[in-house]
T-cell receptor, first 113, second 114 residues
Framework: SQTIHQWPATLVQPVGSPLSLECTVEGTSNPNLYWYRQAAGRGLQLLFYSVGIGQISSEVPQNLSASRPQDRQFILSSKKLLLSDSGFYLC????????????FGQGTRLTVV | AQSVTQLGSHVSVSEGALVLLRCNYSSSVPPYLFWYVQYPNQGLQLLLK??????LVKGINGFEAEFKKSETSFHLTKPSAHMSDAAEYFC????????????FGAGTTVTVRA
């Protein structure tokens, strides 16, 4: 069976510090990978998605970047965090092809102070 | 771009009452549609999805949704609410033409009164 791991679960970081959130998927190959951010009352905002190693599409210009160094690894990064980067970050994967649902990690609660 | 609109950010129902959560999509071509549930501080779990095989879709936990092309809607219902249904619900859409993006609505928080 497939599983998705996302860590850490919670993170408190000072303004201006770097960020690295990691997500890995097991039990499948060549998945589509996604990073979403969830802010209170604003639903899920798609940040980045990837259809293959090294292929990253950015949806929203911002202080964050993403990388996919391996087929089942997706990393969300920032060089200098802003207060506005606080939120609940969710990683997800989908099988290639149409009409496939997304499977989500447990999320990371990031608080920038 | 594909998008969905969820009407009502907060719904309160009595235990045993009907749950109705509204979702409308914007597309000239019927998209693929999904409903997810999220419990506090957790990821999202799929409730059901519309595959175009049938307009009435049954999901987990007694939920179902009906695809209505004429109304561009995909509303989620449950005949009898249970306390465990208290959660946040999201409608999501992906395009037949571009299946990479999965876009979500703003979510509806459901509270269940005893």
């Amino acid at each position: 069976s497939q599983t998705i791991h996302q860590w850490p679960a919670t993170l408190v970081q000072p303004v201006g510090s770097p960020l690295s959130l990691e997500c890995t998927v097991e039990g499948t190959s060549n998945p589509n990978l996604y990073w979403y951010r969830q802010a209170a009352g604003r639903g899920l905002q798609l940040l980045f998605y990837s259809v293959g190693i090294g292929q990253i599409s950015s949806e929203v210009p911002q202080n964050l970047s993403a990388s996919r160094p391996q087929d089942r690894q997706f990393i969300l990064s920032s060089k200098k965090l802003l207060l506005s980067d606080s939120g609940f970050y969710l990683c997800a994967w989908r099988r290639q092809g149409v009409n496939t649902e997304a499977f989500f990690g447990q999320g990371t609660r990031l608080t920038v102070v | 771009a594909q998008s969905v609109t969820q009407l009502g950010s907060h719904v309160s129902v009595s235990e045993g009452a009907l749950v109705l959560l509204r979702c409308n999509y914007s597309s000239s071509v019927p998209p693929y549609l999904f409903w997810y549930v999220q419990y506090p501080n957790q990821g999202l779990q799929l409730l059901l999805k519309y595959t175009s095989a049938a307009t009435l879709v049954k999901g987990i936990n007694g939920f179902e949704a009906e695809f209505k092309k004429s109304e561009t809607s995909f509303h989620l219902t449950k005949p009898s609410a249970h306390m465990s249904d208290a959660a946040e619900y999201f409608c999501a859409v992906t395009s037949r033409g571009n299946d990479y993006k999965l876009s979500f609505g703003a979510g509806t928080t459901v509270t269940v009164r005893a």
